[in-house]
């Protein structure tokens, strides 16, 4: 990977009604203390799943005993990445990580239709996302 280009934040807002796994409790955003109700501060409460919204899985989620995110520096996440575009296809296959010309423990962001096409914004959970191939994964 050569140079830098620009920063992305390819995160999503996080906020009521969005879509959560099955299983997984919602999102709730509640307020503590208002400047409407006379405090002398705001202050909100979150009920969030580690799987709401933008997040990060780490092999700690699947496999006892593994590193788990608080006991990784922040830097750790903030890397010179390269971008590809899985173009309509619904799944990352192996192919389109080996294209990329990625070399192993560089980043690789993956553009798919999960941003455009509702999966990520709709109230409901949708099962027909484009997901990482096993094979891929290993790629």
Known sequence: MTGFSKALD????IEQ???VFPGDPPFQHRSVCSFDQGDPAS????????HTGTHL???SHFFAGQPTLETLPPENFIVPALLIDNGKDSIVGPEAITASGACA???LLIRTTNSSSGVLTDTEFRRDYVYLAP???EA
Do not use: T
């Not at 390819?10 to 807002?13: A, L």
């Open 10 to 13: 390819i995160s999503i807002n």
């Open 135 to 137: 094979e891929a994964a």
């Open 105 to 107: 423990g560089e980043a």
């Open 17 to 19: 009604g969005m879509p």
């Open 43 to 50: 202050v909100s409460a979150f009920d969030i799943c580690a």
């Open 57 to 59: 899985d780490l092999p």
